[in-house]
């Protein structure tokens, strides 16, 4: 026994050196081969690279580098400082150490440093007991890069492949329902020097959506979506073959940066756009999923903008898939006006109204209500959508119209057992147009079932019955059941001031004290505040005083109303708002 004892300490001292291939080192989580940049989280994988078991290295958080000046933006981990010899491990990158934040026999993780070379390659080696071995890796950073996908010909789709730099995300498409808007991502186009114009779209007929500029939309579905890559043809017209000019950039998320402001872009890549080729007899069979259809089959399509194109936009604006739907009635922007207004309207007439395409076609035959109506007990789902939309927008344009207003009444239980919970949403705003006083008993109705609540009683202030006011003001004050952050009836201070002018004032005073909602309250001040009224003043006095967790947003509501107090402290405010 004191044989082997006095061998172990040997043992480990002349074990064998650690084994890894430059192709097995990567960057954190990846396995794609990239150079390694500043601040980059790499793993080495291999054999003997360290103890059996593991060890962590542990950062100082009280602490961060400074980026190099040549990859100036990393996060917080990229940014902190990790050990550079962790359980008899140690790792070099061009001779300077390394930060260790994990290392095991058949793994490492390390940080490259700062100081790393931003060229060529460089030496990485990796030392433990005393035994190392070294390979060589690719260091710098890396640009983007761009290359067309297939083919790009005259009268077709013309797909760019952009490929981001390590760690800068990856580009999607779509970003909004507008086929055109690719967010943040952008592309521009050049021919000898001049700069192309970029396609101008009219509006769809329901208009555009607002969001984040920089956003993403979810769609839910099984396909595979197609990433890295943008349609060019949907913002260029490429009408003559020969080489054109392309460059990629991706503007700032930051809403207070000009959005001209660039994070990343690539240089001025030539592309070979060909002679225009004949469209293949057979098209291309209709994916029924939406990944596959938003991501890669519709926006092809409007490559060709033909007959046939037309028709599968067309059949897409009864797609089960809401986006579906919506982005085909943005989609048909692409075609003559008059050539879609003709093809829509003898759709609707043959299968019924989409909420896409409802919008067109009764303002312009207001006849075809009657074509309609019958649709408002469809147990189709799209169709009783559309119609739902279609009816109610018609009654807030012809609120004269009793029929329309009648039929909306009598569908009542049918939408509410059929539709989904948005359609629900939409008829509960379209009684708020319908003039009958049917429509106010059942919206009650409505409040007292729970049913599309929220915009239940929204619709309800909208019909300004004097009746309905301290009913209305009632729900602000009712039991919150121990759940105060419910918003339910956060919008209803503004509904009632909106609908009620100062007649509301008593009632908001009254739900400012007396509700459970904390934002029931904080919006009952904000429209007394609009009214004039003190009370909305030292309600927010009263925030700033006892710190409450609303008060910074009360004060920047009250700075955006009186821009005098813009910058100015919580001494400054309170002496305005108790002036009040």
Known sequence: MRFWLGLLPVAIAFGQAPSFRADRVLPSGSARQVKFAPGMLVSIYGENLGPDPSCTGNADTRRTETPNPARPVQNFVERLSYPTELCGVRVTLGGVSAGLLYVSRQQINFKVPQEAPLSGEAELEVVYQERSSAVNVGVGLETTSLSVEGEARVGGPVWIHVQLPYGSGEVRYPAHLQPDDFGCDSLEVRRDGVELPRIRLRPPAGGIANGNPCGQIGIEGSGDPKTGRLPLHLQYRFTEPGVYEVRYSRRRMDFNVHPSTALLSSAWTPIHVLPRAERPAAPRPMPADPIDL?????????????????????????????????????????????????????????????????????????????????????????????????????????????AAGTALIAAAE??????????????AASLGSVRDERAGTLLWDLVRRKIALGQAVIAISWRKDARDLPRLAALMEAESKGDAMWGEFSSLPYALRNSYGDA??????????????????????????????ASGFAFVAQAIEQKKSYAREMIQYVQERFPQLRGADDAAMLAFLRAR
């Open 294 to 402: 938003l991501t890669d089959y519709l926006p092809s399509v409007l490559g060709f903008a033909d007959r046939a194109g037309l028709e599968a936009v067309v059949a897409c604006l009864y797609h089960a898939n809401e986006l579906v739907r919506r982005y085909a009635g943005s989609a048909l922007a692409y075609w003559p006006e008059d050539e879609v207004n003709a093809r829509v309207d003898r759709e609707l007439a043959a299968r019924g109204p989409s909420e896409s395409t409802i919008d067109g076609t009764l303002k312009r035959h207001p006849e075809m209500l009657t074509l309609v109506l019958p649709y408002l007990k469809s147990d189709d789902r799209t169709l009783l959508r559309g119609a739902v939309i279609g009816v109610s927008r018609y009654v807030s344009a012809h609120p004269e119209d009793s």
């Open 504 to 533: 509301a004032a008593p009632f908001l005073e009254s739900a400012l004290t007396k509700s459970e909602y904390v934002w029931v309250r904080t919006n009952c001040a904000r429209e007394l505040i609009l009214l004039g009224r």
């Open 414 to 427: 049918h939408v509410i057992h059929i539709a989904d919970s948005q359609t629900v949403v939409y008829y």
